[in-house]
């Protein structure tokens, strides 16, 4: 199975400021059919399910605002909210979908 | 828009089993896998496995594999996740997820039933 590490394990930010989250895989999640990675990054607040932000590990969910970006290849992968906004408080957790999913731990995201 | 609407909070004895169930409205029933993510409290996500719907193929995490059972009716746009030999470590909240088509990633999600394994 695939384990997906990520870090920190939170982070506090000001509110504008650039947060970034890293995320590992033990293997590489590039999938060689479409040369797509399967990874993809949820952010889930009190009480509330999760919801889809990115995947492909860098395409944006339908409504998700554009302050959210994806990036990396193959094992690592970031998410960076580029001017936090106090709504975006919540865990943020990766995940792989290249073969039987699994999460990430998850990055709490706070307001410094 | 897509809906899935879960059943109630459980409550149960360990060794009992529960099933939780997912109504989903809103999209074609049968052309989008379902998935299985539990939550232990304070803990993170945890994937447990996916139906899918057109055929009853599933698939487990090898965790729960023996323990769970999905599946899904056609007639009526449900989605159930049965688990059995419940003990204590049990305990979180369990969501339904609808995939996109084929792709095992979550893009819509449940508002989670939350069951509690306690003697």
């Known amino acids: 199975d695939i384990v997906m590490t990520q870090s920190p394990d939170s982070l506090a930010v000001s509110l504008g400021e650039r947060a970034t989250i890293n995320c590992k895989s033990s293997?590489?999640?590039?999938?060689?059919?479409?040369?797509?990675?399967?990874l993809g990054w949820y952010q889930q607040k009190p009480g509330q399910p999760p919801k889809l932000l990115i995947y492909w590990a860098s395409t944006r969910e339908s409504g998700v605002p554009d302050r959210f970006s994806g990036s990396g290849s193959g094992t690592d992968f970031t998410l960076t909210i580029s001017s936090l906004q106090a709504e975006d408080v919540a865990v943020y957790y990766c995940?792989?979908?290249?073969?039987?999913?699994?999460f990430g731990g998850g990055t709490k995201v706070e307001i410094k | 828009q897509v809906q899935l609407v879960q059943s109630g909070a459980e409550v149960k004895k360990p060794g009992a089993s529960v099933k939780v169930s997912c109504k989903a409205s809103?999209?074609?029933?049968?052309?989008?896998?379902m998935h299985w993510v539990r939550q232990a409290p304070g803990q993170g996500l945890e994937w447990m496995g996916w139906i899918n719907p057109n055929s009853g193929d599933t698939s487990y995490a090898q965790k729960f594999q023996g323990r769970v059972i999905m599946t899904g009716d056609t007639s009526i746009n449900t989605g159930d996740m049965e688990l059995s030999r419940l003990t204590s470590d049990d305990t979180a909240v369990y969501y339904c997820a609808r995939g996109y088509s084929d792709l095992l990633y979550s893009q819509h999600w449940g508002q989670g039933t939350l069951v509690t394994v306690s003697s």
């Open positions: 995940q792989q979908y290249y073969n039987t999913p699994s």
């Open positions: 809103g999209y074609t029933f049968t052309g989008h896998y």
């Open positions: 293997q590489s999640v590039l999938y060689s059919s479409n040369n797509k990675n399967c």
